[in-house]
T-cell receptor, first 112, second 115 residues
């Protein structure tokens, strides 16, 4: 079983739609969670951290469910510019280091 | 501020040749990571350094791969000899324990093609 699993998609949605991605992780001791965004032929960039209480940044909302070991990302009012691959990222345990485990990514295509 | 700098951006080489990829992390960052990305395997961590010391190289695929960090502002990843299956995008990333050492800043990557 992969440490971090995501549905690769692609998710094809019209502009203005709401879309949600889920991600599951295997190690219940993981403590830090993130969503990174990667545009085609570019480097990954941090989109947002995921906090236990959930957090929102504009049109983006991240949620963490520790009991079920999954993380979600909700994008409201999607824009053409949201088209990208979204990477679910979890810290490596048991040692608390800067090491991250990246999921394979979920591809989003927003259509006019 | 300058971000993570990688060179070259593209490298095309023949099988059996030595390839050296270079990275300059963000000034003041004490962690440096080397990743490889392919369609099949996604983003894989190869090796990472903390304060110039290699901490975990368990992701290095085989002895043909080696990495060094002689000082805080420079690292290299070397493949010798290169093989077609090494074709991938190689990213360098850095982070800082002073802020959030999980927030990694990636360089633009080196696209390697081995023919």
């Amino acid at each position: 079983r992969k440490e971090v699993e995501q549905d690769p998609g692609p998710f094809n949605v019209p502009e203005g739609a709401t879309v949600a991605f889920n991600c599951t992780y295997s190690n219940s001791a993981s403590q830090s969670f993130f969503w990174y965004r990667q545009d085609c032929r570019k480097e990954p960039k941090l989109l947002m951290s995921v906090y236990s209480s959930g957090n929102e940044d504009g049109r983006f909302t991240a949620q963490l469910n520790r009991a079920s070991q999954y993380i979600s990302l909700l994008i409201r009012d999607s824009k053409l510019s949201d088209s990208a691959t979204y990477l679910c990222v979890v810290n490596r345990v048991p040692r608390n280091t800067g090491k991250l485990i990246f999921g394979q990514g979920t591809t989003l295509q927003v259509k006019p | 501020d300058a971000g993570v700098i990688q060179s070259p951006r593209h490298e095309v080489t023949e099988m059996g040749q030595e390839v050296t990829l270079r990275c300059k992390p963000i000034s003041g960052h004490d962690y440096l990571f080397w990743y490889r990305q392919t369609m099949m395997r996604g983003l894989e961590l190869l090796i990472y350094f903390n304060n110039n010391v290699p901490i975990d190289d368990s992701g290095m695929p085989e002895d043909r791969f080696s990495a060094k960090m002689p000082n805080a502002s420079f690292s290299t990843l070397k493949i010798q000899p290169s093989e077609p299956r090494d074709s991938a995008v190689y990213f360098c990333a850095s982070s800082s324990t002073l802020y959030s050492y999980y927030e990694q800043y990636f360089g633009p990557g080196t696209r390697l093609t081995v023919t």
